[in-house]
């Protein structure tokens, strides 16, 4: 078990759909202080669950953060719903297609275009630079 389930247990009995929370009151309902790096770094509060087990936490009970302030030392939990997580494919973007298995390039696959127009072979201004022996 880990020790954030207290607050996982907390999430799954809301009612609502989103709670504003600060950092006191989840570490009320945890029974001790979140890590340091909680008040210093934006990312623990990302919604990867490989990056903490504390976000591990607040997925598995149908959760996800937004409105990270770490100033005030508050954020939002918004209760996922069918269709609201980030891989949905309602929720990808229309070049998000799932990466071939034989190709490292092919997640890029339609994130670039280039103008018709353009020579994509003609030399770039450094390549003139050194034939003028300015490099």
């Known amino acids: 078990m880990s020790k954030y389930e207290p607050l996982k247990h907390h ?4 009612p609502v759909p989103t709670w504003r929370a600060s950092f006191k ?3 009320r309902i945890l029974g001790f202080g979140l890590p340091p ?3 210093r770094h934006r990312a623990l509060w990302s919604n990867n669950a490989q990056n ?11 959760w996800r ?3 990270v302030d770490l100033e005030k030392e508050e954020l939002v939990f918004r209760k996922v719903g069918p269709g609201d997580d980030e891989s949905s494919p309602a929720k990808s973007p229309p ?11 092919a997640g890029l696959k339609g994130t670039v275009r280039i103008n018709i127009e353009f020579d994509i072979t003609s030399p770039t201004g ?4 050194a034939e003028r022996g300015a490099l």
């Open 11 to 14: 999430l799954a009995a809301l």
């Open 25 to 27: 009151e989840i570490e």
């Open 37 to 39: 790096s909680s008040r």
């Open 52 to 62: 903490h087990v504390m976000t591990q936490a607040w997925l598995s009970a149908g």
């Open 65 to 67: 953060t937004e409105q």
């Open 95 to 105: 070049h998000a297609k799932s990466p071939s298995a034989k190709s490292p390039f």
């Open 126 to 129: 450094e390549d003139w630079a």
